[in-house]
């Protein structure tokens, strides 16, 4: 059945301090990764990728770390601001019966910046 | 400006009716997608669609029905055989399979059976 009312991890940040949110994925044959940033009552927003072939990755004060060996994704944000404030998603992607990609989130990590 | 649009953004609805959540996108994109979000759980796939007249179940897809009559149009119907529908829906499109890049969501719509 349905798990109800579960409580998301939540990481509370320092505005200023840098953020690292970190990710376990289950199959070893995703190719490619994503990270989604949801604010309160919004879809998720894309933040940033990362495809099986590469260890690192960096945007705007953004960056995605991929370990395969111990298959774990992270994303650091530097110098966190108040409007990081949101729930953290990533989400890799698996490909169907049908050969076609399809993408699985993870559960999402809470982010609170506190002044 | 290109995007995608859900609505309504805030549904209630007596147990034992269906209702239909509208997603539109102008973004010209091939694959659409329905999610489902439960506090505390990430996103799970009801159904996908990647071309017109096309569209397969996702993991949760029981208790639902969808059509892609047009390429810009995915609506979703929650139907009564869906046991517990109260929850927040997401409607998403990509240019084409997951593997070539990201899906843009909607802002999402509110269904809450009373």
């Known amino acids: 059945g349905e798990s109800v009312g579960l409580h998301l991890p939540t990481l509370s940040v320092q505005e200023g301090d840098n953020s690292i949110i970190n990710c376990a994925y289950s199959?070893?044959?995703?190719?490619?990764f994503i990270w989604y940033k949801q604010e309160s009552g919004k879809g998720p927003q894309f933040i940033i990728d990362?495809?099986?072939?590469?260890d690192k990755r960096q945007g705007q004060r953004v960056t995605v770390l991929l370990n395969k060996t111990v298959k774990h994704l992270s994303l650091q944000i530097a110098a966190t601001q108040p409007g990081d404030s949101a729930v953290y998603f990533c989400?890799?992607?698996?490909?169907?019966?049908?050969?076609?990609?399809?993408?699985?989130f993870g559960a999402g990590t809470q982010v609170v910046v506190t002044p | 400006d290109g995007g995608i649009t859900q609505s309504p953004k805030y549904l209630f609805r007596k147990e034992g009716q269906n209702v239909t959540l509208s997603c539109e996108q102008n973004?010209?994109?091939?694959?659409m997608y329905w999610y489902r979000q439960d506090p505390g759980q990430g996103l799970r796939l009801i159904y996908y669609?990647?071309?017109?007249?096309?569209?397969q179940k996702g993991d949760i897809a029981e208790g639902y029905s969808v059509s892609r009559e047009k390429k810009e149009s995915f609506p979703l119907t929650v139907t009564s055989a869906q046991k517990n529908p109260t929850a927040f829906y997401l409607c998403?499109?990509?240019?084409?399979?997951?593997?070539?890049?990201?899906?843009?969501f909607g802002e999402g719509s509110r269904l809450t059976v009373l």
């Open positions: 998403a499109s990509s240019i084409g399979t997951g593997l070539t890049g990201e899906l843009f």
């Open positions: 199959n070893s044959a995703s190719d490619y």
């Open positions: 990362i495809r099986s072939n590469m």
């Open positions: 989400a890799e992607i698996r490909m169907t019966t049908d050969s076609w990609g399809k993408l699985q």
């Open positions: 973004l010209n994109h091939d694959a």
């Open positions: 669609s990647q071309i017109v007249n096309d569209f």
